[in-house]
């Protein structure tokens, strides 16, 4: 039977047993849990191949980039998914071969299962399940640590395809997987759950960097959402590699680059605004993507998740690429060494294709990364010792489709005029398009970028604390109001919670894999709670509660 609670979305917060939310077939859901389970059996050798010095950075990439196949909304192609599956048995048992004094504990079945049979992968899934852990508090501290693992997973992998390793973050990936293999404490499971959010907060320091070595840092950017004449390629996700090769095969050629949901901040970076057929951003948040790719006209490209269910009327003219993956959506093949992905397909099609139909008219401004805030830095810090600026209110996260997430527009609505947003992932499509207005030419809405920008969050935070010559981060003017919806969502939680963060409102609804023992410990060590009544939980925001 299949059970998946990974996502904001599980059936009344429990689970879905039958068919995902999201739209993931029970066979799929086995097939991610049957990799998953392959990559514990990796990570158990490579713990111990580690010891002996036998050990290369091959299965650290391979452990994050199947962990980002699993991620919600990034692949629903069984064959693909059969297919890391066999070359994770391939790297498994190469590793196994190089331990060969491994003792039989370390020899367990995940290390030893084997199979290529389409038949036998379904009935070891069944076996090795979320459900396979029967006591629920261990349960819920496993799969805690390992969707964090997955959102740390899909940041490394980002990463790595610019050139940034650290192998310090995929040893921690093979101890933290092993460590769900084993009998452990209650205090050394909680213990490796708030070092995922150390890494998590390395990992994303790691993908800032290399960002903006690729790219530049992102500045102050106005970015128009109507469309032009040209056709268009609308390009979605999060990987700015595909961006930058797509935006170069497309030069010259008459057809027009649009990004969309998590793809707008790619307008904030200086490398990409030399291109001048980047149009602009068209729609919004993820979720809508069935009527926007729709209207939209031309090609589009999923470069990463959130892909949904996709529509007999534009099946023909999406394309995934890297992680993402689809049933009977034409594939582009990860690049060769020294080489570029090859968009001509797409290039091709957008060609023969209209323009794409205007949904909207205006223009929304964004690019407030840490570095672009910190040059304001002095702006900001006189607006606080003023009084003009009494608080911010960290809105980072996720977006999704249910309409308890009008709560996330609302309380953007109702914060006083002397507050300011900052965001960072795809929660901004729930206000970033309001007229909120400025503080002192300081815009009320301050957007960082991507969901894996959070960092910059805690970059501003950590200097606005030296810069008051406070002590501890909660003595800071900032309330957390976050928005979760899937598992790089997770990482940046634990992230927050690495760096100390307390009194973080969570919703629209707490994660349905927190048991109630698990969900009081984080309750009495970090004082996380669940979003309730706007007006309430604003009054409390601003008065630092």
Known sequence: MMFCYQCQEALKNTGCTSKGVCGKMQETAGLQDLLIYVLRGISMLAVHAK???????????????????????????????KELIREGQRLRDELRRSCADATPEQLNDAVVWSSDSIEEFHVKAHEVGVLATVNEDVRSLRELLIYGLK?????????SVLGHEDPDVYDFMTEALASTLQDISTDEMVSLVLKAGSVAVKTMSLLDTANTQAYGSPVITTVNIGVQNNPGILISGHD????????????????????????????????????????????????????????????????????????????????????????????????????????????????????????????????????????????????????????????????????????????????????IILTAGCAKYRYNKLDLGDIGGIPRVLDAGQCNDSYSLAVIALKLKEVFGLDDINELPISYDIAWYEQKAVAVLLALLALGVKGIRLGPTLPAFLS??????????????????????????????
């Not at 050990?55 to 192609?77: E, H």
């Open 51 to 81: 010891q002996q010095h036998k050990v290369d950075r091959r299965y650290g990439r391979f452990i994050a980039k199947a962990l980002f196949a699993t991620i919600t909304n990034a692949n629903f192609d069984d064959d693909r998914l």
């Open 151 to 159: 959102g740390i997973a899909a940041y490394a992998e980002h990463a």
């Open 240 to 419: 700015l590699k595909d961006m930058e090769e797509l935006l170069e095969q497309t030069k010259d050629s008459g057809v027009d680059v649009y990004t969309h949901g998590e793809m707008l901040p790619a307008h904030y970076y200086p490398l990409f605004k030399k291109y001048d057929h980047l149009a602009g951003n068209y729609g919004g948040s993820w979720w809508k993507q069935q009527s926007e790719f729709e209207t939209f006209n031309g090609p589009i490209l999923m470069t990463t998740n959130c892909i949904v269910p996709v529509k007999e009327s534009y099946g023909d003219r999406i394309f995934t690429t890297g992680m993402a993956g689809y049933p009977g959506v034409r594939h582009i093949p990860d690049r060769e060494e020294g080489m570029s992905k090859d968009f001509s397909e797409l290039i091709g099609l957008a060609k023969t294709c209209e323009p794409p139909v205007e949904i909207e008219q205006g223009r929304i401004t964004g690019g407030f990364a840490h570095n672009q805030v910190l040059s304001l830095a002095d702006k900001v810090i006189d607006a606080v010792k003023s009084g003009a600026i009494k608080r911010f209110v960290v809105m980072a996260g996720c977006d999704g489709r249910f309409k308890s997430r009008s709560y996330f527009t609302e309380v953007a609505s109702t914060l006083a005029s002397d507050t």
């Open 516 to 545: 109630e023992n698990v969900a009081r410990v984080l309750v009495e060590k970090f004082d996380i709670k669940p979003t309730g009544e706007v007006a309430e939980d604003v009054r409390a925001m601003m008065a630092g509660s």
